[in-house]
């Protein structure tokens, strides 16, 4: 695998249902994102992850959850959504630690969430 | 503050036409400027980015994007489209030291044959 991948690629989810996005990036970077890519919005930053530790939570509600275990693995854990919260949900990764190469972003495909 | 507005939501061209897609930024941090593009059913890849130097900046697949201080732009040109060129366009700028990018709406376009 190269790049970033993400799975499942497709999710369907009632809004009792418990499920997690998983990202993976093989580029050796140190810095990881979460970003909400609604139909008709700009795309919306949800977390930053510097060398494991978050370094930033855009006002996201709680029922969005980011793990990030190791800087090649990046998480979202998912409950009770609305249906609001279906979009496409990319990740990204980057050199980290600010400066120019944190702006440098190498996305995922994403995952198509849809909340029934 | 920092934003990004792009100002046109659609830009329809036919193939082998020019093509400019406007961006206008306002950036109180350091002035690094990207375009992003994501094609059909992927995520973003970056297609240019302005960091210092040259007002010119070249980037893949024949794009480049011209940095302008006093206007406040860095729009983005290609002197003759393909189909497969058919994606949105996406203006960045930088909102803190620490990797945050702003992106603006994203132009969707759309060249036919």
């Known amino acids: 695998e190269t790049g970033v991948t993400q799975t499942p690629r497709h999710l369907v989810m009632g809004m009792t249902n418990k499920k997690s996005l998983k990202c993976e990036q093989h580029l050796g970077h140190n810095a990881m994102y979460w970003y909400k890519q609604s139909a008709k919005k700009p795309l919306e930053l949800m977390f930053v992850?510097?060398?494991?530790?978050?370094?930033e939570n855009n006002s996201v509600p709680s029922r969005f959850s980011p793990e990030c275990p190791n800087s090649s693995h990046l998480f979202l854990h998912l409950h009770t959504l609305q249906p609001e919260d279906s979009a496409l949900y990319l990740c990204?990764?980057?050199?980290?630690?600010?400066?120019?190469?944190?702006?440098?972003?190498?996305f995922g495909p994403g995952t198509r969430l849809t909340v029934t | 503050a920092q934003s990004v507005t792009q100002l046109d939501s659609q830009v329809p061209v036919f193939e082998e036409a020019p093509v400019e897609l406007r961006c206008n930024y306002s950036?109180?941090?350091?002035?690094?400027l990207f375009w992003y593009v994501q094609y059909p059913n992927q995520g973003l890849q970056l297609l240019l980015k302005?960091?210092?130097?040259?007002?010119l900046v070249k980037g893949i697949n024949g794009f480049e994007a011209e940095f302008n201080k006093s206007q406040t732009s860095f729009h983005l040109r290609k002197p003759s489209v393909h189909i497969s060129d058919t994606a949105e366009y996406f203006c960045?700028?930088?909102?803190?030291?620490?990797?945050?990018?702003?992106f603006g709406q994203g132009t969707e376009l759309s060249v036919k044959p």
């Open positions: 960045a700028v930088p909102y803190n030291q620490g990797g945050k990018l702003i």
């Open positions: 950036s109180s941090v350091s002035v690094y």
């Open positions: 992850y510097n060398f494991k530790e978050q370094t």
């Open positions: 302005y960091l210092s130097g040259s007002t």
């Open positions: 990204a990764s980057s050199q980290g630690g600010g400066g120019q190469g944190s702006y440098e972003q190498y």
